[in-house]
């Protein structure tokens, strides 16, 4: 096997243990990319000879007296190309900033660089994560597909072996939505839990960092790193009460998605889960709509600075959220903003004796033909509204052949528990984890 196929859980221990060096594992990943990304074009900027060079010095650091729970020492990363990276340009693909160094590291990055991960390279993403040009990144199973977005390149390039971690982020469905079409494993935590700082904003009250993975323990080891508050679930699904959640949107769902969220559901039956149809409140209904208003309004805000000096060239439907085309009055902003704000709580309180946990669809179905398009943010938009954890765990494939996946929710602040339900539930919902590499290894 070569090393850029390995999980990130399985490197670091093979690292740790002086079985695999830094330098192998990303001279590796950087083979992948050489080989691959002229079809995927995951990535904006990879600079191999930094790389390189950034490996020797962390092989010349012996991990012995690392907590392996919580080191990243020699793992790669992806970033997505709208947080700022110390060496690396930060174009938020946009013609506005061709080039633009910013001269250090995001929070996020820094959390990362400092646990001894590397950095490889900033991946492809929708232009400032929120609208304009799209990316060029395309699905691994099938390049005449989008792989999503707005983490477009950070998705592909986990799903296709390029990186064993990236990052990405949410406003609507930017982070879980490409984990399913690339078939990996993600979490959005709760919002707020990890800085923001360093990463251009589109949306204060919604934009979250989240990573990809491989497995369940990848992000677990990420979590970790980030100090996410403490919990756990111990034991198997058996007994586990599973909320089928088919949310107010459910009218989008298309029969791959519909096929997999069932088909997650019976086989969490089968091992025991009480799986029962959890029907949200009333008010719940109206999150989809209150959240669309919330983000174009306050992306109206975030890019007024390119709307004044950058008009020319600002995309039309960004220069529409500074020009309020939506319409959305003050009145009915703050009414989406208190729906919000009595929903959150609302959700937070459902969970207890008679519900562990939401099993409910990530994406409407498989990843859209045509790369004018990252798919519908539909079933996302709403969770990311309430703050969250979001746990995005592969099903299988739909009838084209490209990946389905379901997502699990659980109430704010609970992230590391539902993390361990996560890792629970995945060897029983992802029954051929190991699918992508017979799929996608030339």
């Not at 009414?335 to 409407?364: E, H, K």
């Not at 519908?376 to 509204?385: E, N």
Request: net charge neutral.
């Amino acid at each position: 096997m070569e090393a850029c196929q390995l999980t990130a859980t399985e490197a670091a221990s093979l690292i740790r243990d002086r079985k695999l060096s830094c330098e192998e594992l990303v001279r590796s990943c950087l083979a992948r990319i050489a080989s691959r990304d002229p079809t995927v074009r995951a990535w904006l900027h990879v600079d191999p000879d930094m790389v390189i060079r950034n490996a020797r010095e962390l092989d010349k650091l012996a991990p012995v007296g690392v907590d392996p729970k919580t080191s990243l020492h020699g793992l790669p990363w992806g970033v997505k190309d709208i947080i700022d990276t110390l060496d690396q340009p930060t174009t938020q693909n946009s013609l506005i900033y061709p080039g633009v160094r910013t001269n250090r590291d995001a929070a996020c990055v820094s959390v990362v660089r400092s646990s001894g991960g590397v950095i490889l390279g900033k991946t492809d993403t929708v232009e400032f994560a929120s609208g304009g040009r799209k990316a060029l990144s395309r699905n691994p199973y099938n390049p005449a597909h989008t792989p999503g977005g707005s983490s477009s390149g950070s998705g592909a390039a986990v799903g296709d072996f390029h990186v064993p971690f990236a990052f990405g982020t949410q406003t609507g469905g930017s982070h879980i939505r490409p984990a399913a079409f690339n078939g990996i494993y993600g979490i959005k935590p709760t919002w707020g839990l990890v800085s923001r700082e360093g990463v251009r904003m589109s949306s204060m009250t919604l934009d979250t960092v989240g990573w990809y993975g491989r497995c369940v323990d990848d992000l677990i080891m990420v979590a970790e790193a980030f100090r996410l508050p403490a919990g756990s679930f111990s034991g198997g699904p058996e007994g586990l009460r599973v909320g089928l959640c088919r949310s107010p949107v459910w009218s989008s769902i298309e029969p791959a998605g519909a096929d997999a969220l069932m088909v997650a559901a019976k086989r969490l039956q089968d091992a025991g889960a009480i799986v029962e149809e959890y029907e949200l409140p009333g008010p719940f209904n109206h999150l989809h709509e209150a959240q669309t208003d919330i983000v174009q309004t306050e992306g109206g805000r975030s890019f007024l600075p390119e709307y004044l000096s950058s008009y020319g060239i600002l995309a039309p439907d960004l220069r529409g959220k500074v020009e309020n085309a939506r319409g959305v009055t003050p009145e009915k902003l703050l009414a989406s903003y208190a729906l919000a704000d009595s929903c959150r709580p609302a959700f937070d309180r459902l969970f207890g004796r008679g519900l562990d946990v939401i099993l409910t669809p990530s994406a409407p179905g498989e990843a859209p033909e045509g790369l004018h398009t990252t798919g519908s943010a539909i079933f996302q938009s709403m969770w990311t509204l309430l703050h969250v954890p979001c746990v995005a765990i592969p099903v299988g494939r739909g009838p084209t052949g490209l990946p389905v996946g379901i997502q699990v929710v659980g109430p704010r602040m609970t992230d590391m528990r539902l993390l361990s339900i996560a890792r629970a539930l995945a060897p029983v919902i992802d029954t051929d984890p190991k699918a992508a590499l017979r799929e996608l290894w030339n």
